[in-house]
């Protein structure tokens, strides 16, 4: 069995699927996964946390296999997939979650991640248990979690001038 806390940390790159990846795992839909899938697609797929902290939490990861926030470059390309994650969680929120009290997305940067795969949290709060708020709280220059329209304006490219 794989480690679920597959942190490769500096080596880890960006590749079509890691052999050694739990998400590249369930994306690939490897034999030995179990994962239900709530949503796939070419580029994304949802499944639930195994470890839930909120009345629903879901997790949105791209099928290719990207280490982390930091690994997003500011391209179309990367805007447009996690604009796409995003709108795939929302969809599921809405569909399953629909009377929660708030929707909350966003990504944990390292080193507060605990698996070297891009991964979006979709949190329909409230938050079970309460205390479990404390983990997807931005800690200012220190990282944390980063709210997905946050690291959204991060990466988006500059309109271009034209003269």
């Known amino acids: 069995m794989k480690n679920p806390f597959c942190f490769r940390g500096p080596a880890a790159k960006r590749t079509p699927m890691a052999d050694w990846c739990v998400f590249c795992d369930i994306a690939g839909r490897a034999p030995g996964s179990t994962t239900a899938l709530l949503y796939s697609d070419d580029e994304v797929v949802a499944f639930q946390d195994i470890n839930p902290s909120a009345f629903r939490h879901y997790l ?59 991964h979006l949290h979709c949190l329909a709060l409230p938050f079970m248990p309460s205390w479990k708020q404390v983990k997807y709280t931005p800690l200012g220059p220190l990282g944390g979690f980063i709210d997905a329209e946050k690291l959204l304006e991060r990466i988006k490219p500059q309109a271009e001038v034209h003269s």
């Open 60 to 118: 949105v990861i791209p099928i290719e296999h990207i280490p982390t926030v930091n690994d997003l470059r500011i391209t179309n390309e990367d805007h447009q997939l996690v604009s796409h994650m995003v709108k795939v969680g929302k969809d599921l929120l809405d569909r399953d979650a629909p009377r929660s009290e708030e929707h909350r997305f966003g990504f944990h940067q390292p080193p507060f991640n605990s698996v070297d795969h891009l």
